[in-house]
Structure formats: structure tokens, C-alpha cells
């Protein structure tokens, strides 16, 4: 046997095996929400206040219609089936079945979620998964922290569980979980409680498992039901469509069995109102108050094993549990701990192959616990638009004022599917520009997810009909930046590295349907058909001086740079794609001139149209007047930052292969001057003669970097602010006939309303800009050479070339994760229980955002999705990239 005829490494041949439909490994995964309250799908009110109609007091009670929440949860990828953990400290007044957070506008910031846990550990089949919980041994504080929160202003910081107190003395239950498959369908359910205080403690521990209600909706008329099976302490769950399935204790702790049915306790909710007799909460009512709130008959849609353990100071119990099918279950059992262990050893290895041998054991960590934050968050997301807007067959009708409202126009959406989220809790729901980012960090770990995620936003029951591609539950309406180009060319790439073969038919199929997409951005968002392009709020929600996805505040209209500079690049892309399918046909070297033409004119209008201010040596948003005036919003912000974004370099060796383009693209450089300037000829030995297409050629490149390589503005310890801090002490202020709008610098939470003040991007460092900046430099780098260096940072003295630059940003926006010269992690803030505490030790969060200054996590305290892109900086080194 040869080298080559080695079997791969376990997980990477479990998915080998899921990829070629041979085993479904990816059948049963964490796809199960942690937040269902408060979504869209579940806002059947006529006002479209989602929060309030259904709220978190109401979630223990009620039903939800689209998809199901839980605690370290999974199911089967069309969630008929789910299980996780709840837990009673004896102290709470209901059960602890899923994460307590505020909404939108109880928060101070937006809405915030309040309980502390961590996804330490995933493979991309979840054939090992592992998580981790902070559980107060106290009363929850769930009242304090909502009327604490809503006394405070926006200039205040927000209130925080560890504020409380009440992790004080270590008294709380460290709850971990893992899962490990013994095969697609037989997994091993791992439960450790361990008690960090100093003195006895007492908690039940409650693994559940239930269906979806289908049945209520009319989805389904097909009951499942769960019962007891062979033993007092097995569940039997049988389902029309997934069979027979056996939730079986293999811890010989005595365990109740409890049961009640996955239906609404409305008399819980509404007076007058009648219930079943064992509803939704049946089982928290039973353990918390000792109703007689569980079904005697042992039966039902929802059920329980009931552990109730009292352990001493420092002292852990280990539950298992076995959850398999009616066939896995007959045969002979794998031994429980051999299992585990060898799905522990296996995800050793499978990170091992992926961490750089330069990497500290830090950077290893971080690494392996953003992708499987990135697993985690991975949920089932189900919203038939139609049928949400017609509502369900013996359910009250919905109100009118909803066939004109929200997603009214999205008819045709229709989705069902596992998706990757950008945080579980705060953001559970896809929102397009987030996933591409999501997706470059997965192709190193699932390369086949990663693409099949792409490729999904532009299927027919998601695009628009007209071409839009949806931008979030929200409002599908909402325009994000059209970044899915570039993630397919990076998604290709790095498959490519990795296994040394390009995916042509996965880019052929991107193309066509991102050729639809930009088609729409050109008729929808370029308003005087100038290729100057108002896309909105463009996923930046509050960086400008008016809320840019709302008419503006006088007559006119908003110009932006980000949003040209973003179809500059979304050209390139797209002219990439072409280049490289056209080396395999040559059909596609008439579209690669079309988009190679449409470049140059965009990139051209962004200088003669005012973008590019040459007193300043930056690019602005412009302000369009109805008399024809026309103001510069004079912010040194992201959104000028964009424009270097769209580079690439044409190479002597494709042009080579290529004929008929090279030979268009030599006619229209000849005879149209005018846009030549956008397109630089390069003479290096290494590349031959080549051509660097950018909208920001190497001397106006000089004067970009100057400001934004400067610590005094946009250049932090951290990373790029959004916003230069200058503009803390010169605020950009805007007079429009009294109308007075003011930017200044804020490196924490958002002081202002807009977007519900959940997020800011007036100063903190965000991932996703980072990235794409610290690649914009490498793409210089590659066609400018060494020779061309610049000072960093500005004022220091120091010459770097652009590939040193974008080393360093790389190693600050890494370095948020590590631990410093004096122990502490930049991104857990000031807070000693966090930084020094052995039981928090290593136990790394992965924010939304970060403060400006200090490297603080902010915002989303899971977002795994954008800020996961950190696995790829290290990963990427693995293979041979920049970073």
C-alpha cells in the first residue's frame, strides 16, 4: 500500500461519505436554534412588533410554529425531532430550558443576551460536538437585569449577569455537554455537572426530547408520539416519517420519566383561554411547583428524564444517554466511554491537520473554537412566506395590514433548510452578506457545506424573481453588500489549495446566478445611470449621518462610495469567475469583456462624480442636492475605506490563453482613453507583462493608506476602526437649513437608535472590512511588488511593503483572542472573573464587534459567523496563504 492508499483520517472520510449521499452524517446535527421567541416568522401581529408578540415570558408556554429552541440541542436536519438540556437550580421560578436575553427595546443597547456559555468543540459532521454552561446555583436574576437595563441610558454601559453578583464565591453548576456518534444515526449524549462552589448544592438535570408541532398548524395531521419504552428509563419516540427512535439512559442513576405535549398552555397566557392538560410546560410546571402537570399515562409529544442530584463541593456527576434508532438500538452497543473517546481523539486530529505548525497553542484554540462556534450555529430555518402572510388552516386569519407589510413582496420565498446563522441567539436567521463571510472560514473545514450554503442564496424559492437576493428575515428588502462573488473565488481557492482541484461547475453555477444579481443592483440602486450606485444601508447600519436605508432628510439623494466601490469589486469578481471558466470554454470570454469594460466605467465615476475628494485624499459619500449641489460627507470612515477593496491583477499568462479578450480589452484601452486610467500595465520579471485593474491606483493608494494607517484614525491595536478616531474631537456635522446631523467617534455600543442601537459601526473594529482590506493589500502587494512600501504606521518612520502591513493587521485582529504580555484577553474586557478565575479560564467568546480602543468583545457575544473569519487568518497559513 502507498501513501496515497492510505484511508483518510475519520472525520474527513465521514465526509467523504455524507458528500457522496453513502452515509447521512450530516442527518442529525446542533441545528436547533437557541433563540425561537422574537423572531419574524413567529410575529403574527398587525403591527410587526416581532419582540412583544411573542416574548421571551411566553416561550416556556407556547408553541412556536416555525422552528424549535433548546439548550446544547439537536435534531434531524428538518427538525422533526429534538432534544437538549434543561435544568432547575431548585431556586428559579421555571425551568432552565433555553438562554434568558432582552429584546430590542428592553436592552439599553438592543437586545442582549444575558446567560454564559461556549462552544468549545465540533466537527463539521457533528460526530463530536462539545459545550459549555455557567448556571447560577442562585435565583436567575431575571428581573433585575430587566429593570436595570431599561433605567439605563445608551450612554450607560450595558447590565450584565456577572454585574449582579451571583457568580460570586464560584457559586454556580459548570454544565458541559458532549455528543458523540457511534454512527449517523446512534449518538452518545454526555452530561458533566460539576459543582464550583464551596458548598452542597442541589439541581435536577432534565435531558428532553420532542417533536415539532406540525400538527397544530395543519403543516402535518400526523401525531408522533413518545412513551415509555422497554425500561422506566428509556423514551420511546415514534414518527411517521423518521421511524422509531429510543432516548435510553446508560447512567445507572435513578432517573424520573416525565411527559407532557408539545402544544400551548394558553389559560398560562390569556385569560379566559382553555389548554390541554398537559401543554408545552407541563414538565417545568411539574418540577418547579409540583403541578399535576405531567401526563400519568406516560405519553406524550414531549418528554423527560428527570436526574435530581445533589453533589458536593467540587464534586461532578457524569450522565450518559444513548439516542439511535429502533435498528441501532437492537444491535449490540459500542462502549459508551470508547465512543466518546474516540470521537475526541479523531477531532484532535482532524484540527491538527489544519493548524499551522508555526501556530501557538493559543492561536490553535482560537482557532478550533471559531469553527465550532461556526458548527454550532449552524440551525434548521424554515419561513414559507406565502403561508405566513395567508396564515393556517383553523388559526385566527392574520391582519390585513399584513399583505402590504413586511416581506410582503417575497411571496415566492420558501425556505427549509439547514443554514449557517451568524449568531444563535441574537441573529438566528441568515442574513446574505454574513453567510458569504461564514462560508470562506467553513471551506477549510467543510469545503461542500460551504459552497452548497452560496449557492443556495440564489435558488429560485430565495432569489427574487427580479434578481435581489434576500438580505435577512427582517427585511428581505434591505440591501447588504454583494460580497458573494468574492466568497465563491475565495471558497474556490482555498478547496483548491487544499486538495489541489478547482470546483469549475460550482463557480459556473454562482455565475449565472450572480449574473442576475448584478443585472438588478444596475437597474435598481444606480439612480441617474451614472455608475454611481445609493445601495442603502449596505450592512453598515448606523456609519453615516442619516440612516441610509430610510428617505433621506431633504430632497435628494445619497451617493455612495461604499456602495459604488462595492460594484467596482463585485465587477472584478465576477470578471475573475469569467477568466477562469473561460480557460475551459471559451463562451465566457465575451462576458469577462463585458465585465472588464463595465469596471473601468464604475471605477471611472467614482472620481468624476465626486466620490474621490483629491483636497482630502479620500472617498466620501456625496450628498446630491435637488438643486444640483452637491456635499461631501467628509467622514473618515469604512465606507471610504471600501474602494480599495476592488483590485485584481490581469496576468500575462491568462491574457496569453485568452485571445479574444486580450484583444477586446487592447481595443477599448486604445479607444476609449478616457477609462484607461483605471487599468495600470505592470513589467515585473515574475509576472511578465500584466495588467493591475483597481479603482485606487498606487498614488492615490498612498494617500488612502496615510489616513488609514494612522493610530490617531482609523488604525487601532486591534484592527481598522469603522470610524476615525479623529472625529471624537472633530465630529462631522452636516446643517441643512436648520436640519443640524452630527458623526462622531464611539468605539463601544451604539448611542444612537438607529437599526434598534444593537450594533455600531461610529469606531469599533469589525471582522468582515478587516479581512477584506487586509486582502485588498496582499493584492497590491502582489502585482506592486516589495518595492513599494509605505510608512507604518503613519508618523512612525517606518517603511513597510503592503504584504508586511497586512501581516501585522492580521496578527492584531488575531491577537484580540490571545492572551497578552500580562495574561489578559483583549476580548474579555476589564472583568477579573473572566480574565483570572480557573473556571473561566480558556473560555474564549466570539463577538460581533470590538471597542475602538481597549479590543473588547461588543455587540452579538456569539457571532461566530463574521468574527469566525479569525479561523481562517490562522488556518490560512496551513496552506501556504498571505496570512
Known amino acids: 500500500m502507498t501513501a496515497s492508499d492510505n484511508p483518510p483520517p475519520a472525520e474527513e472520510a465521514r465526509l467523504r461519505d455524507a458528500d457522496a449521499g453513502t452515509a447521512p452524517w450530516r442527518r442529525f446535527g446542533p441545528y436547533l436554534a437557541e433563540r425561537a421567541w422574537g423572531t419574524v416568522r413567529e410575529d403574527y401581529s398587525p403591527d410587526g412588533d416581532a419582540w412583544d408578540y411573542f416574548p421571551f415570558e411566553h416561550a416556556a408556554h407556547r408553541a412556536f410554529r416555525w422552528s424549535e429552541d433548546g439548550m446544547a440541542g439537536m435534531c434531524d436536519e428538518s427538525q422533526g425531532v429534538c432534544l437538549a438540556l434543561a435544568l432547575w437550580n431548585g431556586q428559579d421560578p421555571i425551568l432552565k430550558e433555553r438562554m434568558y436575553g432582552l429584546t430590542g427595546t428592553q436592552g439599553n443597547h438592543g437586545e442582549d443576551v444575558k446567560d454564559y456559555w461556549w462552544f468549545l468543540d465540533a466537527t463539521p459532521t457533528a460526530s463530536y460536538l462539545r459545550w459549555r454552561y455557567h448556571y447560577p446555583q442562585a435565583r436567575f436574576p431575571y428581573e433585575d437585569l430587566l429593570a436595570t437595563n431599561r433605567a439605563r441610558s445608551r450612554l450607560d454601559p450595558e447590565y450584565e449577569l456577572v454585574d449582579t453578583g451571583i457568580f460570586h464565591d464560584d457559586r454556580f453548576w459548570v454544565v458541559e455537554v458532549e455528543w458523540a456518534k457511534a454512527d449517523p444515526e446512534d449518538l452518545r449524549w454526555h452530561i458533566t455537572v460539576r459543582n464550583a462552589g464551596p458548598d452542597e448544592a442541589t439541581i435536577d438535570v432534565l435531558p428532553t426530547i420532542w417533536f415539532r408541532n406540525l400538527w397544530t398548524w395543519g403543516v402535518d395531521t400526523n401525531r408522533p408520539v413518545i412513551t415509555l419504552g422497554e425500561s422506566a428509563t428509556t423514551l420511546r419516540a415514534d414518527h411517521h416519517r423518521l421511524g422509531t427512535w429510543l432516548l435510553r439512559a446508560e447512567t445507572p442513576a435513578p432517573a424520573e420519566a416525565l411527559f407532557c405535549d408539545n402544544e400551548t398552555n394558553a389559560a398560562a397566557l390569556w385569560p379566559g383561554a382553555q389548554s390541554p392538560p398537559y401543554p408545552k410546560d407541563g414538565i417545568g410546571q411539574h418540577v418547579v411547583d409540583g403541578k399535576a402537570t405531567v401526563n400519568p399515562a406516560q405519553q406524550g409529544t414531549k418528554a423527560a428524564l428527570r436526574y435530581h442530584l445533589t453533589v458536593p463541593p467540587g464534586g461532578q456527576v457524569e450522565l450518559r444517554l444513548r439516542f439511535s434508532n429502533a435498528a441501532a438500538a437492537e444491535a449490540t452497543p459500542e462502549d459508551f466511554d470508547a465512543v466518546l473517546a474516540a470521537r475526541r481523539r479523531e477531532a484532535d486530529e482532524f484540527y491538527a491537520a489544519r493548524t499551522p505548525l508555526d501556530a501557538t497553542e493559543a492561536e490553535g484554540q482560537a482557532m478550533r473554537q471559531a469553527f465550532a462556534g461556526m458548527i454550532w450555529s449552524k440551525q434548521f430555518f424554515h419561513y414559507d412566506v406565502e403561508r405566513w402572510l395567508a396564515g393556517d388552516p383553523g388559526e385566527p386569519p392574520p391582519p390585513e395590514s399584513r399583505k402590504s407589510g413586511r416581506n410582503s413582496g417575497w411571496f415566492h420565498l420558501n425556505n427549509h433548510d439547514v443554514i ?27 469545503p461542500s457545506f460551504a459552497k452548497e450554503q452560496l449557492i443556495l442564496l440564489g435558488r429560485e424559492w430565495y432569489m427574487h424573481p427580479n434578481g435581489q437576493l434576500p438580505a435577512y428575515e427582517w427585511s428581505f428588502d434591505d440591501v447588504n453588500p454583494p460580497v458573494q462573488a468574492w466568497a465563491a473565488l475565495r471558497v474556490f481557492e482555498i478547496d483548491r489549495m487544499a486538495t489541489g482541484e478547482g470546483d469549475l461547475a460550482f463557480l459556473e453555477r454562482m455565475f449565472h446566478k450572480l449574473v442576475l444579481n448584478f443585472t438588478w443592483w444596475v437597474n435598481r440602486k444606480d439612480a441617474e445611470g451614472l455608475n454611481v450606485f445609493e445601495g442603502g444601508f449596505l450592512g453598515l447600519d448606523n456609519i453615516g449621518l442619516f440612516d441610509r436605508s430610510k428617505p433621506l432628510p431633504v430632497a435628494g439623494h445619497l451617493e455612495q462610495s461604499d456602495g459604488t466601490a462595492w460594484m467596482a469589486m463585485y465587477c472584478l469578481n465576477l470578471l475573475e469567475i469569467a477568466l477562469l471558466l473561460a480557460a475551459h470554454d471559451p463562451v465566457y470570454e465575451d462576458v469577462a469583456t463585458k465585465f472588464f469594460e463595465h469596471f473601468t466605467y464604475i471605477a471611472s465615476a467614482m472620481g468624476t462624480q465626486g466620490l474621490w475628494n483629491e483636497e482630502d485624499g479620500f472617498f466620501y459619500d456625496v450628498l446630491h442636492l435637488q438643486d444640483g449641489s452637491r456635499l461631501p460627507i467628509r467622514a473618515t470612515s469604512m465606507v471610504g475605506v ?5 483590485v485584481t491583477t490581469l496576468k500575462s499568462d491568462v491574457l496569453a490563453k485568452l485571445p479574444q479578450f486580450a484583444s477586446r480589452m487592447n481595443w477599448f484601452l486604445a479607444n476609449k482613453p478616457a477609462f484607461a486610467n483605471c487599468v495600470a500595465h505592470i513589467a515585473d520579471p515574475q509576472m511578465g507583462a500584466a495588467r493591475l485593474l483597481s479603482v485606487v491606483g498606487p498614488d492615490h493608494l498612498r494617500r488612502v493608506l496615510t489616513k488609514v494607517l494612522d493610530e490617531t484614525r482609523l488604525l487601532s491595536p486591534y484592527g481598522l476602526r469603522s470610524l476615525s478616531r479623529s472625529h471624537r474631537d472633530t465630529p462631522v456635522t452636516l446643517d441643512l437649513g436648520g436640519l443640524v446631523s452630527t458623526l462622531d467617534y464611539e468605539p463601544a455600543e451604539s448611542t444612537n437608535y438607529l437599526f434598534g442601537g444593537n450594533s455600531n ?50 496578527r492584531r485582529l488575531v491577537s484580540l483572542f490571545l492572551p497578552g504580555p500580562d495574561g489578559t484577553r483583549p476580548v474579555l474586557g476589564d472583568q477579573p472573573l473572566f480574565q483570572h478565575n480557573p473556571n473561566w479560564a480558556g473560555l474564549v467568546p466570539f463577538h460581533e464587534y470590538f471597542h475602538g480602543d481597549t479590543g473588547k468583545g461588543l455587540g452579538a457575544s456569539h457571532q461566530t459567523g463574521w468574527t469566525g473569519l479569525v479561523a481562517d487568518l490562522i488556518a490560512d497559513r496551513r496552506l501556504g496563504g498571505r496570512r
Open 420 to 446: 449557517s446563522m451568524p449568531d444563535p441567539w441574537e441573529y438566528p436567521w441568515y442574513a446574505a452578506w454574513d453567510l458569504a463571510f461564514h462560508c470562506v472560514a467553513l471551506a477549510h473545514i467543510d
Open 642 to 646: 471600501v474602494a480599495t477593496f476592488a
Open 761 to 810: 459601526w461610529r469606531g469599533p473594529v469589525w471582522f468582515p472590512l478587516n479581512y477584506l482590506f487586509i486582502e485588498a493589500l496582499g493584492r497590491f502587494h502582489d502585482s506592486l511588488g516589495g518595492g513599494f512600501t509605505i510608512e507604518y504606521p503613519t508618523g512612525s518612520g517606518q517603511q513597510k511593503n503592503l504584504d508586511e502591513v497586512a501581516d501585522d493587521l492580521a
